[in-house]
């Protein structure tokens, strides 16, 4: 099943959020690889983020989005996709 996920910063960013920056790109490459992450959209201005995964369960993919270094610094909304008829 594929779900969409929208993310948004809950704060303005900080050194410390920048400094994970190369370990968030790392993580996605990791997804990417592996088939779980089938696209990656970003804001002009980089306030969102939007990505299609690639999973069985809601819970799946809550717990890849935990699994990025900036997760507990965004908000994220999953939602189910269905192919259009």
Known sequence: MQFMVEMKYTQALTEEMLA?????SARGRELD???SRLALYLAADLSAA????????????Q?????FPLSRFVSAT???LQAAS
Do not use: F, K, R
């Open 50 to 61: 939007w990505q299609i995964y690639q999973a069985d369960t809601l819970a799946e993919v």
């Open 20 to 24: 994970l920056i190369p370990a968030e």
């Open 63 to 67: 717990e890849m989005i935990d699994s």
């Open 78 to 80: 999953i939602t189910p």
């Open 33 to 35: 690889v592996a088939g």
